[in-house]
């Protein structure tokens, strides 16, 4: 695969974006953007500072810059990723205990956040602190509520923990994902359809830190909806994590419970439409409307996650999702790319979207679905990049926004991606060979970048 300088430069200007727009107190910094705050009861829209997590904060925010350093060797990205990190792991303290063990809105993110810039930045330090933030997210919640899914809870940890653990010849954070499975084990839901969880339940109990809507959340308590399907907050994710877990300790409960998980996922699987549904609002009796083809809920999500599933136990079925994701998704990107304004953000926009394509390329060797990757990346740069206009987040009503998941940190790590994805791990889907950090000592730098 060549690499196009194009996307670099890309990444290098949302980077400088970045930097320039910090706001710095001592040897840390922050950036405003969009918010939603508590007014009246009522979740709305405003303007803040942004939190320490990964998913949208400075954590996130960090990661990319540092790796950009890596990339480029640009020391104003290595500089701002350090006051990043540092702000980060200053400001853990602020997060809810019930999001503790969270890979993205919690410490063990931090924590990862903090080793992979450690590695990109040759900050032995950074690495040392991050590795006693994952210590510390697994100190504080051994026992107590931890939520379920992979954006906040044991499904999500269980992946890193088991990485580390190996690479850190640390049992106890490896032991600690053995529990964190068998926490899922407990909590699963036996029906005819295979094995789901009620994660939907649990974030309408923490609607303040969930970022769900108001009316959603009404409407859920009102009715009791199916347990969802998808990566971040569904089966397909669980399904994952425990499979990984399988693959580690060769324990047969976790195998047949992730393969358990894939079938419930696949039970609502509709070949006429030719699409998963969104179970978030689903009715009894009326007809179930297509899920959004993103990371969060729907095909992208479901497809890396059988993707690594496929990896995994080399199980031909897996195929089949596979092929139904990637037709999905590029029926959506079509569509997007079709619109005047198409959000770039990795959580559920056109960004998240080539991650499919990318990974499946990278698994499969797919030259078709690697032209679709480089589609949405030229469009961005024509669009967006090229005429200064502002990148669309996945902030509804919002506009830039900052951070990894739902900002500019996002889109610039997906240019990242689309430049070099052997030097740049996803983080819409952690392969435990991608979380095991080692300081850097040459990083491979283009000479245009050097500082």
Known sequence: MTMNPLYLATAFDIGTKLARDAVWHDARCNWFGPVHEDFTGTQVLGCGTMGPTLYDGTAGIGLFLARLHRATGDPLAARTATGAIAHALDRAADIPDALHRGFYTGFLGIGYAAMQAGSALDREDLVAQGLAMVHRAVALSPEGRVAIDVMSG???????????????????????????????????????????????????????????????????????????????????????????????????????????????????????????????????????????????????????????????????????????????????????????????????????????????????????????????????????????????????GAGESPSLMLGLAGTGHFYLRAFDPAATPSVLLLAPSSANPTVNRSPTRSPEFAG
């Open 154 to 396: 044991n499904a999500g940890a269980i992946p890193v923990l088991l990485a580390l653990g190996a690479a850190h010849d640390a049992p106890s954070l490896t032991e600690a994902a053995i529990v964190a499975g068998d926490r899922l084990l407990d909590g699963a839901e036996t029906s005819d359809r295979g094995l789901s969880w009620n994660a939907m339940g649990e974030m309408a109990e923490l609607v303040d830190l969930s970022g769900l809507s108001d009316d959603l959340v009404a409407d859920f308590r009102a009715q009791r909806r199916p347990n969802l399907t998808g990566l971040s907050h569904g089966a397909g994710g669980v399904g994952w994590a425990l499979l990984e877990l399988a693959a580690v300790t060769e324990d047969d409960r976790f195998a047949a419970a992730g393969r358990a998980a894939f079938a419930y996922e696949d039970s609502w699987f509709d070949a006429a439409s030719d699409q998963w549904p969104d179970l978030r609002s689903h009715d009894a009796g009326k007809p179930l409307g297509a899920a959004p083809a993103a990371w969060c809920h729907g095909a992208v999500g479901i497809g890396l996650a059988r993707i690594r599933a496929f990896d995994l136990t080399g199980d031909a079925t897996m195929r089949l999702a596979i092929e139904s994701a990637l037709r999905i998704t590029a029926r959506s990107v079509i569509g997007q790319l079709a619109r005047s304004s198409c959000n770039y953000s990795l959580c559920h926009g056109a960004a998240g979207d080539a991650e499919l394509f990318l990974s499946w390329t990278t698994a499969s060797g797919d030259a078709e679905a690697r032209t679709i990757v480089d589609e949405i990346a030229r469009h961005g740069v024509d669009t967006y990049g090229a005429t200064g206009r502002p990148w669309p987040s996945g902030t509804p």
